[in-house]
């Protein structure tokens, strides 16, 4: 049984989420009955624990939320299964057997799909992962390769010709939570769960024909949007034969009341053994720079200051580096590039002075956290000396290193 410190962690770290506020109320009302469950026998208990969630003061909604939890936790609240939660059983099974897998997601109106290589180990959990980043995810880093294992990524950035390693348990639960997301064995028991506390309506199409798939949709209710399910409508397909998912549709309801199709995911591969080489970066061109943050102090320390307080130091002393040839320090602030590397970057253009540096404003890209610092340098291009304004700079967080902070991008 899990403890009520790995409750309060799971109900912190859930996918499917409520405010914060309700997250509190969520985790006070579970803890409340998990305890109370260690004393009594389980047959008995598990249709009174609905009972008694239904009628807490907490509302409906987060009584939605403890739920979903509870299906995380593998404990069976009720015992009153519906017949289309009986159907979907066997797609379970099969999913709790998978090794290897291997995923395409796409979105509408983006040719080029996010592609996941996952291995299992024989708990179910993620061992290692290789994922293939489009640009359109995020066009300020453009393409990327990232590979995951032992709490440790490897993010290849093409388009900026470097490869940065991070040890971050923040970083590794978003990535595996990602992931998470396009696993068969963990959206059925949502669907369950969902259509068992009434946020859900299943609809299952078993055709005759066994060559052609199940058919499983769950349309939600307008109130799971508030915590934290994304779109109206899934659909699984399932194959009659293996019970496994083949993909995975998620639809947006319209202004009109008809179902959009807005992206959708594609399993390939099931426990087809993906070749260790995978996990591994080799051969990659010899101009890419390799950045291991986790065995240096990136950035500058917060100490008491503000987040905004320590943008702008950041920033200061990064052009003050730059503009002493301190490409040493300058490297350190600009996530631990090598002093070379930043040597060559500003040999075309001279930093002659810092003019101003305005309030940090939160950065406009949603994912990437921290702040932009506006500034004005006085410089000298080619002999011409003039006023200049970067991009940016960004600056956030150090992956692994909470309390320091560096310069991620938009310095030129």
């Given at each position: ?164 390693i991070i040890k971050d348990k923040r970083f590794a639960d978003k990535l595996s939570a990602s992931v998470q997301l396009f696993d068969p064995k963990l959206a059925v028991p949502r669907f369950i769960e969902l259509e068992k506390s009434g946020f859900a ?212």
């Open positions: 049984m899990n403890s009520p410190e790995n409750i309060e962690k799971l109900i912190k770290n859930a996918v499917i989420h409520s405010n914060p506020d309700v997250n509190q109320a969520v985790l006070k009302e579970f803890l409340q009955q998990f305890n109370n469950t260690q004393e009594q026998k389980p047959v008995v208990t598990q249709p009174n624990i609905r009972r008694k969630i239904m009628k807490s003061p907490i509302t409906k909604l987060a009584a939605a939320a403890v739920i979903i939890i509870a299906v995380m936790l593998s404990i069976n609240i009720w015992d009153n299964i519906t017949p289309a939660a009986y159907a979907l059983d066997q797609t379970v099974q099969a999913s709790h057997s998978v090794r290897y897998l291997h995923i395409k997601s796409f979105k509408k109106g983006m040719e080029e799909p996010k592609e996941f290589w996952l291995e299992f180990d024989e708990q179910g959990d993620i061992k290692n992962i290789r994922a293939h980043m489009p640009e359109w995810e995020s066009p300020s880093d453009g393409a990327k390769v990232v590979i995951w294992q032992q709490g440790k990524a490897k993010i290849w950035y093409k388009k900026k010709k470097s490869l940065l309506t299943i609809k299952i199409e078993k055709p005759s024909n066994k060559a052609e798939p199940i058919i499983i949709s769950a349309t939600y209710s307008p109130e799971c949007k508030k915590f934290g399910v994304p779109v109206d409508r899934t659909v699984l397909f399932v194959d009659q034969t293996t019970k496994l998912i083949t993909s995975m549709e998620s639809y947006s309801l319209t202004g009109g009341g008809e179902y959009e199709l807005i992206d959708w995911v594609e399993f390939y591969d099931y426990n087809q053994q993906i070749d260790p080489a995978m996990f591994v970066f080799d051969n990659l061109p010899s101009d890419v720079v390799q950045i291991d943050q986790t065995i240096q102090d990136i950035g500058l320390e917060q100490g008491e200051l503000s987040s905004e307080e320590i943008a702008v130091k950041v920033v200061r002393e990064f052009y003050e580096a730059v503009i002493a040839k301190d490409y040493a320090k300058a490297g350190r602030i600009y996530g631990g590039v090598p002093a070379k590397i930043m040597e060559e970057r500003w040999a075309d253009l001279k930093v002659i002075r810092i003019i101003s540096i305005s309030e940090p404003i939160p950065h406009p890209s949603s994912g990437v956290g921290g702040f932009m610092v506006p500034c004005k340098l006085e410089i000298e291009k080619d002999g011409v000396k003039s006023e200049y304004k970067p991009y940016g700079p960004g600056v956030r967080a150090v992956h692994g290193q909470p309390n320091r902070w560096n310069i991620h991008g938009g310095v030129k």
